[in-house]
Every structure is written in C-alpha cells, then in structure tokens.
C-alpha cells in the first residue's frame, strides 16, 4: 500500500466488499491474514497489506444459543444461534449459524458454508451448515 | 519478598443493593472498617490504589476518591484490569511497600450496577449487534461450549460449582444470595444463553470492599492482630478478545499461577483453601486446570462428589462468591481468603494455612493471583 489507510477506510472496504456478495479480509505481505479490518498487520505491525476474497469454507469453532433477548431487535427471533467461526484461509469472525433445525446439535469443528445476508439493510456473513451457493438476500 | 508484606486490615460494606449511595460513600465505609480492622488512623496511609467503578468509568476517579477520604497519598490512581485489577493493586501495593515508595497502602473496590446503570455489561462490540451478540454471559458462555465440545465437558461440572457456591452463600450471614441449589435444580432450569443458566451467572451487586496492606515489620511495630503474609502473586493476560483467541480453552491464569507459585515456593498440593473468581461457572473450571489442580479437560473429575465444597479436597469460595456472596469483582475474594488464613471464617476450613485467590477480567482477558498464608 502506498497511501495510509485509516480504520474508517479498512471498515468501508470490507463493507463494499460484503455489499457485492463477498466477505474479505487483509493479507499482509509477511502472509499474515486477518479479520476484523484493521490499520495494519496484528503480527508484524506494518501496514502492507491487500485485500482477498473468502472461499466461503469455514469451520466452527463454538458458539451459543440464546434464549433471552438482549436487545428487543432479536426478540422475535429467539432461539438464535452466534457462533465464532474460523475461515479456511484463518480469519476467525462472529457470526450466525442459520438454518440449523437444532442448534443444540451443531459440533465444534463442523464444516459450514458462507451467505452473506441483510441485516435491517445492511450485509453481513453468516454460515450454513451446508454446502449451498453463496447468494445475497434481498 | 515473599511475607515480607501483608494484609493487615480488611473491611466492607453490606452486599447487595444500597440504594441512594455512591461509590465514594461506600468507599469510605469500606476503607473505615478495614483502617479500625487492623487498628490504625488514616494519617498512616500513604497509598490509595483503586480499580475504578466498572459500571461508570470516569478519569481521575482515584484523585476524586483521595479528596473524598481526605488522603493525599503518595502512590495513587486507578488501575484497570477488569476483575483482575483488585489483586494486581495488592501486589502492587507490596512492590511499592518493598521499594520504599511508600509504607500503608489502602486497596479498594466500590460499584454501585445493581441500584444504579448496569448498561455497561449489556451492549455489543462493533458488528456484533448485527449479530444478536450481547452481553457478558454469551461471551464466557462461548468458552463453556468449546471446553464441552473438545473435553466431554458436562452441565453436572458446571452445576458442580454454582452448588458448591450457594452451599456456601447459603451459610453466610452477609451474602446477598442465601437460596441454597441442588445439581437436580440447577439442571431443571431452562437455559438463558446456553450453554449456560441462570446460576451459571455472577449476581449483579452494590457494594465496598477494601484491605490495607503494609510491611509485616510494620504490622508488627503497630500491634496489628493476626497480620495475614502475601506469600506470593503473579500476573497473565490473554489478552485476545474471544473472537481472535487462538485457543478459547486455556488462558495465561496458568502463567500467573505458575509465578505466584514460585514467589511463594508452594505447589498445588500445598494449597488449602481457594477463592477463585466465578464471574460465570466455566471460570472456576478452567482455573482449577490452569492452575495445575488437574489436568486440562479433567475438571468434570475434579469437581464431582462435592470435592470443592467444605469439607472437600479443595473448598473453592467459602464465603459463596460472585454466584452467592456478591457480583463484587474480586476483592471479597480476597477478604475471605484472609478471613480462612486468620482462622476466622464463617466456614472456616481446619487447620488451612495457604490460600489461594484468583481475579480475572474482561472473560479471560486478565488473570491475577495471590498466595496468602499464616
């Protein structure tokens, strides 16, 4: 990178990237790969980095069913599931699980697939267990 | 310097809700009751560390509390370490005692969520209000599943320790939560985030807590009764939010234990008495591990058979605790290991001469431990 990019510049980037159906994260040119954006590289601080595109192949590695709402935007969707999950390519997020008729069923280490879906608007990555195309809700 | 300082005085307010009292009044009753403690004036305190209000951050709250007790220390400030901070502070008050920075340290806490804003603990970071992801419980709650899922980890060990703690809470005259639990009851409960119920959580609490600590020479040229010796203390931080945790099931508790261990010169199987800081039930599991009490995934063992209950292997919180006692962060921990090591506990456990305690913060974030003695 040239220019110094600043958090509110990493953040719209990864949001433009959501936006378009893909989840993205930074690679540093020491390899180095990681979510959430940041200025630079968590490993060896500097600030030469690139963007790449996520398979969508992840992998989960626990997560929580709620069964109380913290917040009444989620109160007519209880029992949610979120669950942290590791990409292939090692950036680990939070996200949802969706689609899972039992949540109390999933297993740590289980494979999952990402959707990428709107949120009052907004896109956000969440995971299916299954192997399904990668589609944009409307 | 192990011994070389102690606590000398320890003192606190009812537990619970104290409506209409800030947390500079309940300082002072809290630091009053541990000055009359150990039988010393004000005007011999000279150090004033303090872990800030969690649920109302201010700056320069530890100068604001020095005005309000009349105080003007030479070693002062607030310390933020989350729930760890309480035991950092002790030890750093012992560092500064050792280094001639200053002579009589007052360490206290003061919080009021339960009568005043609890909202600090409730609201998501970053994205993850997109999410649905709230809360404190969630976060130890995503622990507790992944130790489960890599360790056969069962809801009985987690019931294990509320039950141990509201035994205990149950027999303590001053703790806010009195309402003993069998394991039955505690797995009949619906769950809240599960893994978790509702008694896998910590209460929600007002209250003081305060000690003082001082030299052992001190001490004894000023007469102090039964001056508890802090043997040894260490420090480890995680660091990583639980997201970016490369390992969600063990945490640097065993590098601070393991450095408390060496400063005191005592095992695992010296120890008689712990107080382990429970904010969520997952926590005294994963700190037994840590600390060596077992091995990694074996807690579920270690727990069963009322083994950390008086009268057990190894009583974990005999005043009740975060579960039972108080939501408090940490420093009625200490309070009570004092009280065992002093011989004056409400279940005192037999002939205990070491006591271990535990503070730890953020969820998992901080770690901080003391060794006391007799």
């Known amino acids: 990178m040239t220019t110094r990019q600043s958090q509110d510049d990493v953040e719209a980037a990864y949001r433009a990237s959501l936006a378009r159906g893909h989840l993205s994260f930074q690679r540093c040119a020491c390899t180095e790969a990681w979510l959430p954006p940041r200025e630079q590289c968590p490993r060896c601080l500097r600030a030469d980095f690139r963007w790449e595109e996520a398979s969508g192949r992840a992998r989960l590695i626990s997560w929580v069913v709620y069964h109380r709402a913290y917040d009444d935007a989620f109160a007519d969707r209880l029992p949610y599931c979120v669950a942290v999950v590791e990409l292939d390519e090692g950036p680990r997020l939070v996200s949802n699980i969706v689609g899972a008729a039992d949540p109390e069923a999933l297993q740590i280490e289980q494979p999952l697939q990402l959707r990428v879906e709107l949120e009052r608007g907004i896109p956000v990555p969440r995971f299916t267990q299954q192997d399904i195309p990668e589609s944009t809700a409307s | 310097m192990r011994g070389r300082c102690v606590i000398a005085g320890i003192g606190q307010t009812a537990f619970g809700a104290l409506p209409g009292r800030s947390t500079f009044s309940m300082h002072a009753e809290a630091v009053r009751n541990a000055l009359d403690d150990c039988g010393i004036g004000k005007d011999e305190v000279d150090a004033l560390l303090v872990k800030g209000p969690t649920s109302a951050p201010e700056l320069m709250y530890g100068q604001k509390l020095a005005e309000a007790l009349g105080i003007q220390p030479r070693v002062g400030g607030v310390w933020d370490q989350g729930g760890a901070a309480n035991a950092s502070l002790i030890a750093y008050a012992a560092m500064a005692i050792e280094h001639c920075q200053c002579e009589v340290a007052v360490v206290t806490f003061a919080d009021n969520p339960k009568s005043g804003s609890r909202a600090a603990y409730g609201k998501a970071k970053g994205d993850g209000a997109l999410f649905g992801w709230f809360g404190t419980p969630a976060q130890y709650a995503m622990i507790a599943r992944r130790h489960m899922g890599e360790f056969g980890t069962a809801a009985e060990a987690l019931g294990a320790v509320a039950v141990a703690a509201r035994r205990h809470g149950a027999a ?203």
Request: hydrophobic share 40%.
């Open chain 2, 172 to 374: 303590n005259p001053r703790a806010q939560l009195r309402k003993p639990l069998s394991l039955d009851e505690y797995l009949a409960q619906p769950p809240l985030v599960s893994p978790f119920r509702r008694d896998d959580c910590a209460l929600v609490s007002d209250g003081a807590a305060a000690v003082v600590v001082m030299s052992a020479r001190r001490a004894a040229a000023l007469g102090v009764d039964k001056p508890v010796p802090i043997l040894g203390f260490g420090q480890g931080q995680t660091s990583w939010d639980i997201i970016q945790r490369p390992v969600l099931t063990e945490t640097m508790a065993a590098q601070s234990a393991a450095t408390a261990f060496e400063m005191a010169g005592v095992g695992p199987p010296d120890i008689d008495v712990a107080q382990f800081y429970d904010c969520f039930t997952i926590t005294v599991l994963m700190t037994l591990e840590d600390y060596g009490f077992c091995a990694k995934g074996r807690c579920g063992d270690f727990v069963r058979d009322g083994a950390i209950e008086h009268g057990g292997v190894l009583p974990v919180n005999t005043a009740g605790g975060l579960l039972s006692e108080t939501g408090m962060p940490g420093m009625q921990l200490v309070i009570e290991g004092v009280r065992q090591m002093r011989g004056e506990a409400n279940l005192q456990v037999p002939g205990a001469r070491t006591c271990i305690v535990s503070n730890q913060g953020g969820v998992m974030h901080t770690h901080s431990t003391l060794i006391l003695g007799v």
